[in-house]
Nanobody
Framework: QVQLVESGGGLVQAGGSLRLSCAAS????????MGWFRQAPGKEREFVAA?????YYTDSVKGRFTISRDSAKNTVYLQMNSLKFEDTAVYYC?????????????????WGQGTQVTVSS
């Protein structure tokens, strides 16, 4: 089982940038589909981005967010640019042992504790 710890959240003005980090321990992130999800108050947890041999993004963040992986540091990142008020949420890192192509929260077996991202308008 892999353990995940997110960091890098904070308060930023609209149009600004943040980089989230997800430090993994226990197993290599390269053996998993790694994903970022977010959950805004009163809303369901939603998929944001995933990486393994390729990357995939939800439409609302394409061109603004970039997911990447540093295998030497066993860390996954989410670079978020041109942030909007509607990006405000708790962001979670997650790991999935299953096949690429399914990005439902229920498919991911390991989760971090989350990091708050607040975008002021």
């Amino acid at each position: 089982q892999v353990q995940l710890v997110e960091s890098g959240g904070g308060l930023v003005q609209a149009g600004g940038s943040l980089r989230l980090s997800c430090a993994a321990s226990g197993r290599s992130v390269s053996t998993y589909v790694m994903g970022w999800f977010r959950q805004a108050p009163g809303k369901e947890r939603e998929f944001v981005a995933a990486i393994r041999w390729s990357t995939y993004y939800t439409d609302s963040v394409k061109g603004r967010f970039t997911i990447s992986r540093d295998s030497a540091k066993n860390t996954v990142y989410l670079q978020m640019n041109s942030l909007k008020f509607e990006d405000t949420a708790v962001y979670y890192c997650a790991a999935m042992s299953g096949a690429w192509g399914s990005f439902r929260p229920a498919d991911f077996g390991s989760w971090g504790q989350g990091t708050q991202v607040t975008v002021s308008s």
